[in-house]
């Protein structure tokens, strides 16, 4: 599963231009760790309570403890194989299905068996065993079925239940999580075909334990089965699921059915399929076929969105040592979809902002997301957490992946630019919320779908490729997939496969970085007096009464002109020293220079040193740490003497920041031409097109007259970034009258960077008469896109209400009661504040805000609301 939060949109390109654009600040909401709570006022109360009242403190917590356990799901039965036959009542949004299931009690005898059934209506249910076939009693409550059995049971019989159901996944659905925002497990999408330009579809997502919503199963992911499904679909559309397609049967009246047999076991959640009137591109990777689905029209697009699917399955296969295990792999774009992606078993699912058209794709910058679902298929499908208190083993492995593949394909540099952007995830959210990696305490499963479980996850794998090497973690994870094969692992697990190939003991590492929380709070200091025996002091300054005192490598470095040399030392206590004994005068230390230490740092350094740490460091990474602290610190001496080195940096980034930073100080390129020269050619000749936005951003803000025949030379690119970028180059014109038939001519356009500048040019020229025009590109910028195309939207119908602003406000107020992404709510939210100055609007607002379940968009409602409240 990937979880996509308004951090991942990846806008720096439009951050940096847009005059309209709403910043976002989410208010965090989390939920406090009653049993940590409740141990520390046991401890602080010692001293004003008697130490009967103490010993009664502490059982309370303890008992809590017991109480909010949440083990591994007991396996009383175990389930061989799933046969269903489904068929699909649109109009009423249901499944009409009935089921075979194989099954044999787990260890001990049992009388009773009892399935995940969410919300069905059920007939009789039967009971087969050596050709006996017989009708058995059944409670049921809604969402579990208690079979009674004819008689007990034991470890050596097989059984088959059966029967006929009508599943209501709309019925008791909503409350999901940050990472998964709804659970009704299967979706209809414009199921009557109401919404112009939008395709019906059926799909499914079941992480956690929402796949019973439209099967009866055990929904634990401790459960594995082989799996038959099939599906009753119109002959002129598509199906994809699981496994492979045995068989398609031409039912007549316009019906098809088509067989998905999965041979090779598999939890509940990962059973999925979807149907649509999908265009497909094929490819290949050794004997694996691979599908692209997208909706018809966007083929030439999923060509290049998923082009590196071959290259990354071979890069893990090798990587591994396991080929990847499933007999093929199709990644499926649908409408509506409730994450980022899901890595279903050879089937995975992705949202709808990877549907892009051949030119949209160019940019496409969705490797990462591809990477994170083709890892699960060995990290989750494959080998599967066996509880959810363990889905770090499925998610942080996965979250890794996409460091491994950017360092395979983009190089280091870029590869630790996302490890920087992951780690910085989870600081902002250990700040209202530190729990164990690994933790059996929670409420909702729902929960554990944070940036502890991912980012953290794979911050933490990472440190230990650098502890152990690169060869004996890989040979450790081999160990893990070749004795786990198609298995159920916890944390131990995978520490053993470890401790197997390594020789070592490691529980110290796993003790504190995953079963426990929390991270590293060191500060340096550094003592340069003698300069051939540099002093480095480390003081650990975390909480140690809720976060461990860690133990860990430190890499130390310096350079002695070009020649980099570095020391390793083992922190092993709340305060250490440690003597450099460099031999050779140092003048500047560099501490942990290529990111690779999970800790809050702290460290003096000037402006000057973090200059000299740009200039010497031969890690990008270190070089990009150093001008972004400088723009932070605002030390322009600094930062202006570093701008043309950094503007021809290698790693491209380091030239987009510098490009930002000069976009700030555009005064800079009066004083020195030169650099005005540079950025011209950087527009045309980058190797980056965000480099190349990024330039035409600079001179868009520094002399759009000026550079008014750039503009219009580069507005046709083929890059959108770069087309988007000249095009508000030439809206930001103002010596001159532009043409308004040359704006006119991108009004037709769809990709948000091109609309967003036509929409700025209504705007900003009282261009009347373009009311239809904002509500048809509301209605057709999907994604990202439309979150920023709202503002706009918005302060159009405000500056204009006679061109439709009570239909505009209308459909805001679609957006924010209906949409199901949690980013699109928020942005319909801010633009409907631009007419809360109506009784009747402000009263909408307020029933809308209250339906919202998202517990950050409801604390980000409340504060505004209140605000507008006391306004009034």
């Known amino acids: 599963m990937n979880q996509l939060t308004l951090n991942d949109l990846n806008l720096r390109w439009i951050v940096s231009k847009l005059p309209a654009l709403y910043f976002v600040v989410i208010l965090m909401a989390c939920k406090t760790n009653q049993v940590a709570e409740n141990t520390i006022l046991a401890t602080e109360t010692h001293t004003i309570m008697g130490d009967s009242a103490m010993i009664e403190a502490l059982i309370a917590t303890e008992e809590l403890a017991i109480e909010n356990y949440q083990s591994s799901a007991k396996k009383d039965f175990d389930i061989l194989h799933t046969d269903l036959d489904l068929a699909f009542d649109y109009t009423n949004q249901t499944v009409l299905g009935t089921a075979v299931l194989t099954i044999k009690p787990f260890f001990y005898p049992q009388k009773e068996l009892i399935l995940d059934a969410q919300d069905f209506e059920l007939g009789k249910i039967f009971f087969s065993q050596n050709g006996k076939y017989e009708s058995v009693s059944y409670q049921y409550d809604e969402a579990k079925i208690r079979i009674k059995l004819p008689q007990e049971l034991t470890r050596t019989d097989t059984f088959q239940i059966t029967f006929d159901y009508t599943a209501f996944p709309e019925r008791n659905a909503g409350e999901g999580s940050a990472a998964i925002t709804d659970t009704k497990g299967l979706y209809f999408v414009d199921p009557m075909d109401t919404v112009p330009d939008k395709p019906s579809m059926i799909w499914t997502q079941g992480e956690t334990a929402h796949n019973s919503k439209w099967f009866p199963t055990i929904d634990s992911p401790n459960e594995k089965f082989t799996q038959l499904i099939k599906l009753t679909v119109v002959d002129s559309l598509i199906s994809i699921g699981n496994g492979e397609l045995i068989r398609q049967e031409d039912l007549g009246d316009g019906l098809r059915k088509d067989y998905w047999e999965m041979k090779l076991p598999h939890s509940p959640y990962l059973a999925a399929f979807a149907i649509g009137d999908f265009g497909k591109v094929t490819a290949q990777w050794e004997d694996i076929p691979l599908g692209y689905f997208v909706e018809k029209g966007y083929e030439k697009g999923a060509e290049k969105v998923f082009k590196n699917t071959p290259e990354m399955m071979g890069f893990f296969s090798d990587l591994l040592g396991v080929k990847y295990p499933w007999p093929k792999y199709d990644q499926i774009v649908v409408r509506d979809f409730v994450s980022g992606a899901m890595e279903n078993t050879t089937a995975s699912i992705f949202m709808e ?65 996302k490890l920087i952007a992951e780690t910085e995830n989870y600081f902002a959210e250990a700040k209202i919320k530190q729990v164990d990696l690994v933790r059996f305490e929670y409420d909702n499963a729902e929960d554990l779908f944070d940036s502890h479980s991912y980012s953290k996850g794979g911050a933490i794998l990472h440190m230990l490729r650098e502890y152990l090497g690169s060869e004996a973690f890989y040979a450790g994870l081999h160990t893990y ?51 051939s025996n540099v002093l480095i002091t480390v003081s650990q300054r975390q909480d140690l009464s ?9 890499d130390v470095s310096w350079y002695e002109g070009i020649v980099r040399k570095s020391k390793q030392f083992m922190v092993t206590k709340a305060s250490q020293q440690f003597g450099l004994e460099n031999k050779s005068p140092v003048e500047l230390v560099l501490i942990d220079e290529q990111k690779n230490l999970l800790a809050k740092k702290s460290i003096e350094m000037s402006p000057d040193q973090m200059r000299e740490q740009f200039k010497s460091s031969i890690f990008g990474i270190a070089r990009y740490e150093a001008l972004d602290s400088l723009m932070a610190w605002e030390a322009t001496t600094e930062l202006e003497s570093i701008l043309p080195a950094a503007l021809e940096d290698q790693f491209w980034s380091i030239r987009e920041s510098a490009l930002s930073i000069l976009q700030s100080h555009p005064e800079w390129i009066s004083d020195t031409p030169e650099l005005e020269r540079k950025v011209v050619a950087m527009s045309v000749n980058d190797s980056k097109n965000s480099v190349r936005a990024g330039a035409l951003d600079v001179l868009s803000t520094y002399g759009p007259d000026k ?9 046709n690119d083929s890059s959108y970034l770069v087309a988007g970028s000249a095009l508000t180059g030439l809206v930001t014109v103002s010596e001159q009258e532009v043409d308004s038939s040359l704006i006119e001519g991108f009004a037709t356009e769809r990709n948000f960077r091109m609309v967003i500048p036509v929409a700025d040019y209504y705007i900003t020229h009282s261009v009347p008469g373009k009311g239809n025009w904002f509500i048809n590109q509301a209605n057709s910028i999907s994604g990202e896109g439309l979150y920023f195309f709202l503002g706009y939207f918005s302060e159009y119908f405000s500056r204009f209400p006679a061109e439709g602003e009570m239909d505009a406000v209308t459909f805001l107020l679609e957006k924010m009661e209906h ?3 949690n980013y699109v709510r928020l942005g319909a939210f801010q633009g409907l504040l631009s007419f809360t100055e109506k009784a009747e609007v402000m009263s909408r607002i307020s029933e809308a805000a ?23």
Do not use: C
């Not at 957490?385 to 996965?398: P, R, V, Y």
């Not at 401790?499 to 079963?515: A, C, M, T, Y």
């Open 481 to 531: 997939l070749v004795e786990h094969a198609f298995e159920n692992v916890e944390v131990n697990d995978l520490r053993i496969a470890f401790e197997e190939v390594s020789g070592e003991d490691l529980n110290w590492f796993f003790n504190q970085w995953f079963l426990d929380k929390g991270h590293p709070d060191i500060y340096f200091e550094v003592d340069y007096s003698d300069p």
């Open 353 to 417: 902002e990877l549907r892009l058209t051949e030119r949209e794709a160019i940019d496409s910058e969705w490797d990462y997301i591809i990477a994170h679902e083709l890892f699960h298929q060995w990290f989750g499908d494959y080998v599967t957490t066996e509880s959810w208190a363990n889905i770090t083993l499925n998610e942080g492995f996965a979250n890794y992946s996409e460091f491994l593949w950017s360092e395979y394909k983009y190089g280091a540099d870029e590869a630790k630019l």
């Open 707 to 715: 550079h008014f025949s750039s503009f219009l030379k580069l507005v």
């Open 546 to 554: 809720t976060t461990p005192l860690y133990q860990f490598p430190l």
């Open 819 to 821: 949409d199901s992404r």
């Open 850 to 872: 209250a339906q919202e379940t998202d517990p950050e968009l409801i604390m980000y409602y409340q504060y505004f609301l209140e605000a507008l409240k006391d306004e009034n």
